[in-house]
Nanobody
């Protein structure tokens, strides 16, 4: 059974940075791609938008709105994936989720002030 847990969210000023972490105890975690999604305030869960994906070998894909500000990586030895977010803007305010196959974590809140 795949359980995911996100951490690292918080409240920052415009232009600030945060690093989100997605971890799992499941051995299969390291063999699957990890995707980061976000759900903005007032939107439905089926309106979550894809932010970035890191493949099992570390390949990276990003949504256009990331515009070079975010970096997605993983440490397979630690069964962990990361989303480094720089130059955060108020429109990045959302709950961020990681997803592996069809499993979702509970999410972590990111709020950007200013």
């Amino acid at each position: 059974q795949m359980y995911l847990a996100e951490s690292g969210g918080g409240s920052v000023e415009r232009g600030g940075s945060l690093r989100l972490t997605c971890s799992s105890s499941a051995a299969s975690f390291r063999y699957n791609a990890v995707s980061w999604y976000r759900q903005t305030p007032g939107s439905r869960h089926d309106q979550r938008e894809l932010v970035a994906t890191v493949g099992s070998y570390g390949s990276q894909k990003y949504a256009d709105f990331v515009q070079g500000r975010f970096a997605v990586t993983r440490d397979s030895a630690k069964n962990t994936a990361y989303l480094q977010m720089n130059n955060l803007q108020p429109e990045d305010t959302a709950t961020y989720y990681c997803k592996v196959v069809n499993k979702w974590g509970p999410g972590t809140q990111v709020t950007v002030r200013g």
